[in-house]
């Protein structure tokens, strides 16, 4: 083997290599998205699996990957019209055929757990729709690039079906892009919930300490200061401050400031309690909560 081939081949290794890890991103981002707009559009009755962190990994991936993949796939093409790469070197077929291997496996172990979510009483419906997305973009992959592997020269034909292959890939991508952007907040929103998520997460560090502090002492401390002499400092990130009244012997409200209400939000969740004891408006809002009984759930006072 001459230098320029052993070039050619390490070029093509990596060209190969780099396409097919842009293609692992835009089939997971693709997949994401679709998924995500099943838990969307079709809500599951006992519990919200709707994630926005999954879309905004499919728009990520697909801004990202998308044109890195047709990008170099172009120019892989352009190597083989000039003969640079030959059809049949075998870095091409092996690392192709690894790849399907690894989408095959994939495919397996994504069937398996919607089977198992389908068994723990998710819709018929969404296990059939992911289910086909999966289907969808798994047998595009595969029928392409089976048809690519038995190619044996780029005759017109061949060219054609290229072209037609990366435009009906542009156009699946950006209709999921584009209404990628329809499932999630806005930046803007999406700062306003981190802000107003991490004044809850103080909150609840502040109601578990108070509660530590009552079972200790048998009463509840006159001020936060108490915490902090007593060993039962919550530990806070926010920047807004969370206010301490006592109310009763057993019984005090935990207040503060709000960026945005989020009482109708569907994809909000807070760690290791009931959703309902911390839904707030925008604003102001103190929280009852009883320290006696852990199982009591505080009410939010407006």
């Known amino acids: 083997m001459s230098e320029n081939q052993k070039n050619n081949n390490a070029q093509d290794f990596f060209l190969y290599l780099l396409t097919f ?18 838990n969307k559009f079709l809500p599951d009755e006992i519990s919200n699996n709707f994630d926005q962190g999954g879309v905004r990994f ?4 697909i801004l990202i990957a998308g044109p890195l993949f047709l990008l170099i796939s172009r120019f892989i093409n352009q190597r083989i019209t000039s003969g640079v790469t030959s059809l049949e070197a075998g870095v091409r077929k092996w690392l192709t055929y690894i790849v399907l291997f690894f989408a095959a496996a994939t495919v397996i172990g994504d069937l398996i757990t919607l089977v198992l979510n389908f068994l723990g009483g998710e819709t018929t419906v969404q296990f059939l729709l992911k ?11 595969f029928a392409y690039y089976f048809w690519d592997m038995r190619k044996t020269k780029l005759s017109e034909k061949a060219l054609k079906i290229n072209k ?28 306003l919930k ?11 560090s502040v109601d578990s300490s108070i509660r530590g502090f009552f079972t200790q002492a048998g009463k509840l401390p006159k001020t936060l200061d108490d915490l902090e002499r007593t060993g039962f400092s919550p530990y806070l990130q ?4 969370i206010e301490y009244v006592v109310v009763a012997e057993n019984t005090y409200k935990l207040c503060a400031t709000f960026e945005r209400a989020d009482i109708e939000d569907k994809d909000v969740s807070y760690s290791g309690e009931d959703l309902s004891q911390w839904k707030h408006a925008a604003g102001e809002v103190c929280f009852e909560r009883i320290a006696l009984d852990e199982n009591v759930k505080g009410l939010p006072i407006k």
Do not use: C, K, M, Y
């Open 21 to 38: 890890l842009a293609l692992t991103f835009l089939a997971l981002g693709a997949g994401s998205v679709l998924f995500q707009a099943v």
């Open 58 to 61: 499919g728009i990520a991936a």
């Open 131 to 141: 289910v086909l997305v999966i289907l969808v973009i798994a047998g595009g992959i």
């Open 164 to 191: 037609l292959s990366a435009i009906v890939l542009v156009i699946f991508l950006a209709v999921v892009f584009v209404g990628a952007f329809f499932l999630i907040d806005s930046p803007a929103t999406a700062r």
């Open 194 to 204: 981190r802000i107003d998520s991490q004044t809850i997460s103080d909150a609840q």
């Open 238 to 241: 926010s920047a807004n401050e």
